[in-house]
């Protein structure tokens, strides 16, 4: 049953960064790419990876489903009760729980912060340049 759990938190955190990575291809990076003038590799990005285009048209359900992944993620790690408590080594190292653990915080932080810059890219970048006139 440990095992499960352990394949459930561990598919929620892989399919967290993925979508997180997926809000900053569709958005972020083009939207970079663009404002420094290097609308040629735009092209060729969506020229070489078809699915940019799928990204970039249903980006509501690509930010949608990264947000909700990220937050259940976030909710697994902090919100409820520790379920699994790392064992101590009797030497004080750090276990292969206690490391496994302190990667999973870092990539949900990650994570996060992609999503955040998808988010910025995506919705507000626009409505900032148009508002101060750039």
Not at 24 to 53: E, T
Not at 90 to 99: H, I, K, Q, R, V
């Amino acid at each position: 049953m440990e095992v499960l759990k352990s394949l459930k938190q561990d598919f929620v955190s892989i399919a967290s960064l993925f979508t997180s990575v997926s809000t900053l291809l569709c958005c972020a990076l083009p939207s970079l790419l663009v404002a420094v003038g290097m609308g040629a590799v735009v092209a060729g990005m969506v020229s070489d990876f078809h699915a940019l285009i799928w990204f970039s048209k249903y980006k509501e359900w690509t930010f949608l489903a990264a947000g909700i992944l990220i937050g259940f993620n976030f909710w697994l790690f902090y919100g409820r009760k520790r379920d699994q408590v790392c064992e101590i080594d009797e030497y004080g190292n750090e276990t292969p729980c206690d490391t496994a653990a302190r990667w999973s915080k870092i990539i949900l932080w990650i994570s996060f912060g992609l999503y955040l810059l998808g988010l910025f890219s995506a919705y507000l970048l626009l409505p900032i340049q148009q508002f101060l006139g750039l």
